[in-house]
Nanobody, 126 residues
Framework: QVQLVESGGGLVQAGGSLRLSCAAS????????MGWFRQAPGKEREFVAV????????YYADSVKGRFTISRDNAKNTVVLHMGSLKPEDTAVYYC???????????????????WGQGTQVTVSS
């Protein structure tokens, strides 16, 4: 069992930045791919970004590419999502998730992730 706790959400103006953090409970944190997803009101959950176990490879949704950066610190059991040039359409609850599977074909599918945090609200005002 892996417990994930997100923090860092809040209210920010368009064009601003936020840093989301996700802390994991297990020392085997480095065994998991770590992803970020988001869900806006009335919409389905969508993939945002993922990072491999070592942190050597990342993949982003087209909607955030070039604006968001995912990173991890395996020594601290933490994954971070730096969000820049925020837009009102980035408003959502953001979730971090852990994935034991190592195939890369389905990294953007939430159903392939094993553990989820409780989410943190990000609101971008225009």
């Amino acid at each position: 069992q892996v417990q994930l706790v997100e923090s860092g959400g809040g209210l920010v103006q368009a064009g601003g930045s936020l840093r989301l953090s996700c802390a994991a409970s297990r020392r085997t944190f480095s065994s998991y791919f770590m992803g970020w997803f988001r869900q806006a009101p009335g919409k389905e959950r969508e993939f945002v970004a993922v990072i491999t176990r070592s942190g050597g490879w990342t993949y982003y949704a087209d909607s955030v590419k070039g604006r968001f950066t995912i990173s991890r610190d395996n020594a601290k059991n933490t994954v971070v999502l730096h969000m820049g040039s925020l837009k009102p359409e980035d408003t959502a609850v953001y979730y971090c998730a852990a994935r034991a599977r190592v195939d890369t074909a389905t990294l953007d599918r939430g159903s392939t992730y094993d553990y989820w945090g409780q989410g943190t609200q990000v609101t971008v005002s225009s």
